[in-house]
């Protein structure tokens, strides 16, 4: 009975003396990893989705981290669980714009009205200005709709222009890190205009963009 009692006694002790910096939080990323928390509390918060549900997606299914806004956005959009587009793209091996048509959608979603584009963005949008009337001819690989799903979860989330993000991407730079940035330009803060945003984003989901090329 000594035996075990001693070593209980000693993780106790542990537990309580250990900073509270160097432990993790209940969604098993560490306080440590403030970007990648920060971009999973802003994707949860956008898409109205807990942040463990988020995490739980990027570490069963071992989706990148920027293609998680694609797969809640979709999800969103067609109307279904995560769980159902995760299931085409991982296991069936489907494109993102595949699975858009999959469910009766197009890539007009996808559109964000800019006042001009820059690179990476420029094939994607030389696509939505070619085929201004029809957008089922809109070819999107998969890296564009990653690009412009994050351009549209950052810039409504954050209440900034998407030519803000569209810059920071042709420098180079990840969503992650795009993400984080402007949270700490913006202080972090959202108030009442946070609803804006979401409204955009489930407007886009129902397919109301402007459907023309720069605005």
Not at 51 to 70: F, M, N, S, T
């Amino acid at each position: 009975m000594k035996n075990a009692i001693i070593p209980l006694m000693v993780l106790i002790f542990v537990i309580l003396t250990v900073p509270a910096s160097a432990q993790h939080v209940s969604t098993g990323i560490s306080i440590a990893d403030g970007e990648l928390r920060s971009f999973y509390l802003a994707i949860g918060d956008y898409y109205r989705v807990p942040e463990p549900r988020v995490v739980h997606v990027k570490k069963h299914y071992r989706v990148r981290d920027e293609e998680l806004p694609v797969v809640f956005y979709l999800a969103s959009c067609a109307r279904v669980e995560p769980d159902v587009i995760i299931d085409l793209r991982l296991r069936q091996k489907m494109s993102w714009l595949n699975i858009t048509f999959h469910f009766g959608l197009t890539p007009e979603i996808y559109y964000v009205p800019v006042q001009r584009v820059s690179p990476p963005y420029g094939k994607a949008y030389g696509h939505y200005n070619k085929h201004a009337h029809d957008y089922k001819k809109v070819a999107l690989v998969d890296e564009d709709v990653v690009n412009l799903v994050n351009m549209r979860f950052i810039s409504d989330y954050h209440r900034i222009a998407p030519e803000m993000v569209m810059d920071m991407r042709g420098q180079g730079k990840r969503f992650v890190l795009i993400n984080e940035e402007v949270r700490k330009g913006k202080g972090g803060h959202h108030g009442e205009d946070d609803d804006k945003g979401k409204d955009k984003h489930q407007e886009g989901g129902k397919g109301k963009g402007k459907g023309k090329g720069n605005n």
